[in-house]
Structure formats: structure tokens, C-alpha cells
């Protein structure tokens, strides 16, 4: 089992006949992934590589079925897509796209809420479900079929702990990137409470960093609801009050958002922090009693 | 990006919102015209990104031409805080009968817009909210359907503002909220919110922060080039397009994507070390970018050592690796380098890197060790003199 993707999804790319569309939804497909259908307006009826190309995503999921979307389309054009997957009913969502104006995202983010379409990003690396299904950029050659539920806020960094959790032998259910920017469609919570309910994942790995406050509002949640072992890493205790560190999100306001914050919050809690990504790995062995 | 007070202004009134009468001006001879034709008194203010203009000295009130001429000279070219200031806004000065609190932001919790009002404005809000909480109305505005005459309202009778400019002060958070869509701003605050003593309601202050990915829709906006703070390597970044923010170390600092990157200066800090920077090289890195990155971080003379933290997903580590050769080609590096390489073709990045047989480049495997290892070379004051001279393996 795992969240969100598994073997049971059917993928129409939004973009798929762009560069980086093609290239990642190509590599999807390479890895296991059901892509049934690509979506770029005008195009309609050609294909790539033998995946057939349709000018709306009604159409789209109206051929093939299709019950996941990744949206891969230049930012400007990326909520109008985002909103024409929802409208087609489609289950979820993920969107690669960086750089989507918040103003947009809001509003997104707002009429998803009130269905039944699921969003994760926009700015992430995507969805990886290790043996079954990959959707979006995430190298999944670093990543095996194992106990550990990882979600994070960043796409290296994300690699990295994934590597230092293999270096001790674990595997993972789901990695899941929910982003950088400021308005995300799925948050820590969301998927955490996802992990909670899924029999193959054993122990919970979130990646957070600075900025907002989701970090902490995920430490009350865990608190309240989750029963499995959870380990944590923030990133940015370096992070200068007033500098934006890259992601859009990523920036302390005032005396909200700093990594010392949101780490004292989750341990406050009850969850383990670990200090370096090195860390999280040892914490993570230790809790799950050394072996995976 | 942040707007200066008076572009902030212009955003203002441009969607209805109340301001004073004012005028830019970047010479002494411009403010003194301008303060002629506003008529006294006016208030001259210093144009620079950054709070605390008036403790610095930046915003002086002149009753006649002596006395603008005099605060215009003053304060042209004063540094307030690491910035200079190159403009002047000169205002037509108020009668102030009280000085609210405004602001719409959009708040990540909620992911929503969340519209302020308190009637203790002309402090910092942080300052309000920990004197007196309550003194803060706060309401969240559903996106879709946009502010709603009982917004100000509720907003106005919680904060507990004056009776008589309820209708007026509603009217113009409205106005603001306009603006605040329209112009895809994080967020507009004014403080203080003025009422006169003929009860009017105006933004007194500006301060605006616009979406810097929407500013594809805003060519106006996007045509202002303000500068930041007189950074010489920040400004250098920004021309080349890369993600650069100074710290105050010694240690250089480069990596790719935004959190491995801040996970980097946490790792060398807690080795001991001071990072001098963030620099996110993106999750390309392309060798163009890598050359770009080496060139900022090395122009900084603070900078004894750097790291090069590279985790391969997307990115190519022999491409990086090639990147950084070509760059050591380009460049006259004389400070010692750590590189790590893992992920994506490490074991092909690492060989292109020992072939090279760069001078003062050392491999390293891990983040932890790298990290270690950078600490150590700029505790020794770094420089070519330093003891890096190993080849890269």
C-alpha cells in the first residue's frame, strides 16, 4: 500500500509535449507509472511517444480514465489548468509548477477545498510511491519499497534524507513533496493524517523548514491524532529574521517562523527532532527499534 | 519585492485610497519646487526599504523654504541602516486627530487574505499586539467573494475606532482591499491610518509588498528598480539571476535547492562554523550557473573557505563537477574549496573533479565531513597559503 499514488493510478499530464513535461512524464512512465493520456490545447489528437494527446482534460479523462493529474505548464497558465483538472473531476492533483502567483493560488486552493480534488504543490517535486507509481521529478533510483512515510516542503533536501534513511536500511511507502510556497494545496497535516491511516507505513518522517506556521499546527496534530512514531527535521536555524532563504515560504516574519520555534513546538509534543539530516536517520532507527 | 513609500502611494491612489498630497524628488532643488508648490508646513521623508526612518532622522517636518532646503540636504544621501538614501517623498503635512492601524495580508494559515484594523496605530503592529491584543481586529476575507461592506464594519466596531469615521474608514479598507488584489500584493499596511482634525480618514505611511511572480501581469510595477541594501554581492546575484542572501561568516556557501541549502549553513554552524551566505545554485545547475555562483561567492573578501553542497537528483553531478572546472578556468580562485558530491552520477562527478587536479579543491563524501572539513580550513585564515593544496580525489 501508500498514499495518494500507488498501481491504481492513471496519469494525464498537463503539458506533456513541453521539454520538461515530456522529459519527467516519459520517466514516470519508465518507472511504472500508468501515464494514459497528455493534455496540451491545439495538440489535440497527436501523441508522445505513443501517449496519446488531447485538447482538454475533459476529453482526456473521458478516454482513458484517468484519476491523477500532473500539471506541468508555465506558471502563468498553471492555475487556470490546475482548476480545468478539478472541473474534470479528477481525484488529484500535483503540480510541478514553480513560480504560480500567490493571488492565484488562493483562490485555487479556496474552490478545491469546497470539492472533492485533492492538490499537492504547486513548487514541489512531486508524488513517489517506491515500487509502484512515480509522479513528478523526484530521482527515484534512490528510493526503495519500505515502512517509512516521508513528506517535506523541499525537493533536495527531501533526496537527502531519503539517502541518509536508506544508508540504515529503510525503505518508504510514499515521499511526498508538499512545496515551498506560501499556499500549498496539501499541508504536513493533510498528508500526515494520510501516513496515519496507511497499514504499510510504520514511522512518519516530516521535513519542514522555516516560515508560517504549519510546523507547529502539525505538532498539535500529532499530539492529538497520530499513534505512529514521528521524526522531524527543520531546516534553517541559520535563516536572518526578513530574508526570503529561496522558497517563497521560506522567510522569518517578525518573531514567527524560526526553525528554533518549530522545533521546540514538536518536541514539546512529543516528537523527536533530529539536528542533522544524518540525524533524523539515526533517530529514526532507534524508533523503529534499529531495523527497518 | 518592496515598494518605496511613495510607489506604494501611487498603488494607493490609484484605487481610491486617501493620501496626502505629495511629490518624489531625488535633488535638493526638486524637494525645495516641490515643497513650494505643496505650501507649508510639508514633511519630508526619507525614501529607503527598511523601518525606523524616524529615529534615524529620515522624515523631518519644514514650515518654510529655508527650512526644506536645510532637511532635504540633511537627509539626501543619509544612510539609515545599511541603506542610502537616494530619493525623498515630501508630503503636505496633516493635522492629526488620531493614528490607526491597517493592514491585508495574506495569511499562509488560513490561505486567505486577513484584513487588520487597531486604533493604536503608529507603532509596530508586534508592539500593538503585545501591549494590548484585544486592540487588534482581525478578519479573514473569503478570496472568492472579495471584501464585503460588513468587513468594515465588524472591523471597525471590534477595534472600537471612532463612531463618526466608521463609514469612511470601511470605505477605504475596501479601497485597500482593491488594491491589494489588483496590484497581487502580500501585503499592504498603513501606519499610521490617519484621522485629520477635519475627520478624514487617509494613509499617512505605505508599505507595500508585491508578489514578485506576478509581476509578469504588472509592467508597471515591474519597471521600478529599487535598490536594496549597497550590497555589492547581492547586487551581482540579482543580475545574474541566482538566489543570494549575506550572512555575517566567513564561509562560503553553495548548493542546490533552497532547503539542502539552508540545512547546509545549520550543519556548518553547528561544526563551528560561520556561513558568509545562502546561495541556491536552483535544481538545474547548469554549469553556466555554477560559474555565475563562484564568481559571487569568491568577489566577497570576507570569505576565508567554501562549501559546494551538491546532492545529485535532478541535477547531474559530473555536469556540476564540470561546471566548477570550467569556472576554476575562468575564475582566480585563491580561497580553499570543499566539494560534495552524492546523488546522481557522484562517482562520475568525483572522477571529472580529481582529473582536473584543481588546486585547493578538496572531495569530501558527506555533508557532515564536508562541513567539518570547511570549518577547519577557514579556522586557519583560509587564503592560498592555507593547507588545502591536496588534489581533489
Known amino acids: 500500500m501508500s498514499i495518494l499514488i500507488g498501481s491504481e493510478t492513471k496519469l494525464v499530464v498537463c503539458g506533456l509535449t513541453g521539454r520538461e513535461g515530456s522529459f519527467h512524464g516519459l520517466s514516470n512512465r519508465r518507472y511504472g507509472t500508468d501515464l494514459v493520456a497528455g493534455v496540451?490545447?491545439?495538440?489535440?489528437?497527436?501523441?508522445?511517444?505513443?501517449?496519446?494527446?488531447?485538447?482538454?482534460?475533459?476529453?482526456?479523462?473521458?478516454?482513458?480514465?484517468?484519476?491523477?493529474?500532473?500539471?506541468?505548464?508555465?506558471?502563468?497558465?498553471?492555475?487556470?489548468?490546475?482548476?480545468?483538472?478539478?472541473?474534470?473531476?479528477?481525484?488529484?492533483?500535483?503540480?510541478?509548477?514553480?513560480?504560480?502567483?500567490?493571488?492565484d493560488m488562493m483562490r485555487v486552493y479556496t474552490h478545491l477545498r469546497r470539492g472533492r480534488t485533492r492538490l499537492v504543490g504547486p513548487n514541489c517535486p512531486g508524488v513517489l510511491s517506491p515500487g509502484q507509481a512515480n509522479v513528478g521529478i523526484i530521482p527515484a533510483h534512490f528510493f526503495s519499497q519500505g515502512g517509512v512515510g516521508l513528506v517535506s516542503r523541499s525537493g533536495t533536501l527531501t533526496y537527502q534524507i531519503g539517502n541518509e534513511l536508506a544508508g540504515r536500511g529503510f525503505?518508504?511507502?510514499?515521499?511526498?513533496?508538499?512545496?515551498?510556497?506560501?499556499?500549498?494545496?496539501?499541508?504536513?497535516?493533510?498528508?500526515?493524517?494520510?501516513?496515519?491511516?496507511?497499514?504499510?507505513?510504520?514511522?512518519?518522517?516530516?521535513?519542514?523548514?522555516?516560515?508560517?506556521?504549519?510546523?507547529?499546527?502539525?505538532?498539535?496534530?500529532?499530539?492529538?491524532?497520530?499513534?505512529?512514531?514521528?521524526?522531524?527535521?527543520?531546516?534553517?536555524?541559520?535563516?536572518?529574521?526578513?530574508?526570503?532563504?529561496?522558497?517563497?515560504?521560506?522567510?522569518?516574519?517578525?518573531?514567527?517562523?524560526?526553525?528554533?520555534?518549530?522545533?521546540?513546538?514538536?518536541?514539546?509534543?512529543g516528537v523527536r527532532v533530529g539536528r542533522t539530516p544524518s540525524e533524523v536517520a539515526e533517530v529514526a532507527a532507534e524508533l523503529s527499534g534499529a531495523a527497518a | 519585492m518592496d515598494l518605496l513609500e511613495y510607489q506604494g502611494k501611487q498603488l494607493f491612489r490609484d484605487h481610491?485610497?486617501?493620501?496626502?498630497?505629495?511629490?518624489?524628488?531625488?535633488?535638493?532643488?526638486?524637494?525645495?519646487?516641490?515643497?513650494?508648490?505643496?505650501?507649508?508646513?510639508?514633511v519630508t521623508k526619507a525614501q529607503v526599504l527598511i523601518g525606523g526612518r524616524g529615529k534615524a532622522g529620515g522624515i523631518k517636518v519644514a514650515n518654510d523654504r529655508d527650512e526644506a532646503r536645510r532637511h532635504a540636504e540633511a537627509i539626501l544621501g543619509m544612510d539609515i541602516r545599511g541603506f542610502t538614501v537616494h530619493e525623498l517623498y515630501v508630503e503636505k503635512g496633516s493635522r492629526i486627530a488620531e493614528e490607526y492601524y491597517a493592514a491585508i495580508l495574506i495569511d499562509r494559515g488560513a490561505k486567505a487574505p486577513m484584513a487588520m484594523l487597531s486604533r493604536m496605530g503608529g507603532m509596530d503592529v508586534e508592539e500593538i499586539a503585545e501591549r494590548d491584543?484585544?486592540?487588534?481586529a482581525r478578519i479573514h476575507i473569503d478570496p472568492l467573494v472579495g471584501f464585503q461592506d460588513f468587513h468594515g464594519r465588524r472591523l471597525a466596531f471590534e477595534a472600537g475606532i471612532a463612531a463618526d469615521v466608521i463609514r469612511p474608514t470601511g470605505a477605504l479598507l475596501a479601497r485597500l482591499y482593491e488594491a491589494f488584489?489588483?496590484?497581487?500584493?502580500?501585503?499592504?499596511?498603513?501606519?499610521?491610518?490617519?484621522?485629520?482634525?477635519?475627520?478624514?480618514?487617509?494613509?499617512?505611511?505605505?508599505?507595500?509588498?508585491?508578489?514578485?511572480?506576478?509581476?509578469?501581469?504588472?509592467?508597471?510595477?515591474?519597471?521600478?528598480?529599487?535598490?536594496?541594501?549597497?550590497?555589492?554581492?547581492?547586487?551581482?546575484?540579482?543580475e545574474r539571476d541566482l538566489t543570494y542572501v549575506k550572512l555575517d561568516g566567513n564561509i562560503g556557501i553553495l548548493g542546490n535547492g533552497a532547503g539542502l541549502v539552508m540545512s547546509t549553513l545549520d550543519v556548518v554552524a553547528q561544526a563551528?562554523?560561520?556561513?558568509?551566505?545562502?546561495?541556491?545554485?536552483?535544481?538545474?545547475?547548469?554549469?553556466?550557473?555554477?560559474?555565475?555562483?563562484?564568481?559571487?561567492i569568491v568577489s566577497d573578501d570576507r570569505v576565508d573557505a567554501v562549501l559546494f553542497n551538491i546532492f545529485g537528483g535532478i541535477t547531474r553531478c559530473d555536469e556540476v563537477a564540470n561546471g566548477l572546472v570550467t569556472a576554476f578556468g575562468q575564475i582566480d580562485v585563491t580561497v580553499p574549496f570543499v566539494v560534495r558530491l552524492?546523488?546522481?552520477?557522484?562517482?562520475?562527478?568525483?572522477?571529472?573533479?580529481?582529473?582536473?587536479?584543481?588546486?585547493?579543491?578538496?572531495?569530501?563524501?558527506?555533508?557532515?565531513?564536508?562541513?567539518?572539513?570547511?570549518?577547519?580550513?577557514?579556522?586557519?585564515?583560509?587564503?592560498?597559503?592555507?593547507?588545502?593544496?591536496?588534489?581533489?580525489?
Open chain 1, 40 to 103: 496540451t490545447p491545439g495538440k489535440g489528437g497527436g501523441d508522445v511517444d505513443g501517449v496519446p494527446i488531447f485538447d482538454t482534460v475533459h476529453e482526456a479523462v473521458a478516454e482513458t480514465g484517468a484519476n491523477t493529474s500532473m500539471v506541468f505548464v508555465p506558471a502563468r497558465f498553471a492555475a487556470d489548468s490546475i482548476l480545468e483538472v478539478a472541473d474534470a473531476g479528477v481525484e488529484l492533483v500535483v503540480c510541478i509548477t514553480e513560480g504560480i502567483p500567490a493571488h
Open chain 1, 171 to 269: 525503505g518508504n511507502s510514499t515521499i511526498v513533496g508538499i512545496g515551498g510556497d506560501p499556499i500549498v494545496g496539501s499541508s504536513f497535516i493533510d498528508v500526515i493524517a494520510l501516513f496515519e491511516d496507511d497499514p504499510d507505513t510504520k514511522l512518519i518522517v516530516m521535513c519542514g523548514e522555516i516560515g508560517g506556521d504549519e510546523e507547529e499546527r502539525t505538532a498539535d496534530y500529532v499530539a492529538e491524532h497520530v499513534s505512529k512514531p514521528v521524526v522531524a527535521y527543520i531546516a534553517g536555524f541559520t535563516a536572518p529574521p526578513g530574508k526570503t532563504m529561496g522558497h517563497a515560504g521560506a522567510i522569518v516574519s517578525g518573531s514567527s517562523g524560526t526553525a528554533q520555534a518549530k522545533a521546540e513546538a514538536l518536541e514539546a509534543q
Open chain 2, 16 to 42: 481610491g485610497v486617501p493620501t496626502p498630497a505629495g511629490r518624489p524628488a531625488q535633488t535638493v532643488v526638486e524637494a525645495v519646487e516641490a515643497a513650494e508648490e505643496l505650501g507649508y508646513p510639508v
Open chain 2, 133 to 136: 491584543p484585544a486592540a487588534i
Open chain 2, 181 to 238: 488584489v489588483a496590484e497581487d500584493a502580500m501585503l499592504v499596511e498603513v501606519n499610521p491610518l490617519l484621522v485629520t482634525e477635519a475627520r478624514e480618514v487617509v494613509a499617512l505611511d505605505a508599505k507595500v509588498t508585491v508578489d514578485g511572480n506576478a509581476l509578469y501581469r504588472h509592467p508597471r510595477t515591474a519597471a521600478l528598480r529599487n535598490p536594496g541594501a549597497d550590497d555589492e554581492q547581492e547586487q551581482m546575484a540579482r
Open chain 2, 272 to 296: 563551528g562554523g560561520r556561513p558568509a551566505n545562502f546561495l541556491d545554485a536552483g535544481g538545474g545547475s547548469r554549469a553556466e550557473a555554477i560559474v555565475d555562483a563562484v564568481e559571487v
Open chain 2, 342 to 393: 552524492d546523488g546522481t552520477n557522484d562517482e562520475e562527478g568525483r572522477r571529472v573533479l580529481g582529473e582536473a587536479e584543481l588546486p585547493n579543491v578538496q572531495v569530501e563524501k558527506t555533508m557532515l565531513e564536508a562541513a567539518a572539513r570547511v570549518v577547519e580550513l577557514a579556522g586557519e585564515g583560509g587564503g592560498p597559503s592555507a593547507q588545502g593544496g591536496e588534489p581533489a580525489r
